[in-house]
């Protein structure tokens, strides 16, 4: 699993993942993003600066799931997770990189709709790969409704993603958000161990995971 972390934060926020996901046969790969800001690091420039940023980021992380496949990884065996900017560039990575990879959760994030965007995603990883996308209802840094409109044009376009909203802001939800991720993984990786696998099926619309998870 590939993790890139938010604005300004950086790879240390990520160091109890294995115990947080609860998959020990799972190897995670936590990047710092490549441009330093205030006390961490950035995967992109503010606007206007924005795109080509995300081009460069997107560069680097296409180089190295080259790498990884070039020591021996087989790309479907490949998940990611992001935070906030991270969670941007995971789904950008889904979009723009041909096959499929094992998973993808984007946590607080949202998408950069590049022209042409759903003509190059229809034959990219986006339309194969298992999708999560979770967000915040009191998120004041992405409005929830800013992330329902992404989804819609996702689901519009006929992309296989999973959403759930909770009752957090931009951060991460411990009680409900966190085990929610892990148990949609546990389904993907390990469906044997997973216990409520029905509702992991792809649809359309989101629903508040806390009720769900009493």
Known sequence: MIVLHGLGDSLDSFADIRTELGLPEMNYLLLNAP??????YSWYALEPRH????????RLLTALVADLKREGWAQEDIFWLGHSQGA???????MNHAGRFGGAVGISGYVWFFRGWKTRARNSAAWLTPWLMT???RDRLIPP????????KLWSAGAPVVARAFAKGHDFDFKNEVPFVREWLHFLYAPTRAS???RFSYIRGDVSAPSMLK
Do not use: H
Request: overall charge negative; glycine content about 6%.
């Open 35 to 40: 441009k330093p800001f205030e006390d961490g």
């Open 51 to 58: 795109a080509s940023d995300v081009r460069r980021s997107r």
């Open 88 to 94: 941007l560039m995971v789904c950008d990575q889904l």
């Open 135 to 137: 967000y915040g209802l």
């Open 145 to 152: 409704s800013e992330i329902r409109e992404d989804l819609e």
């Open 196 to 198: 409520v696998a029905p």
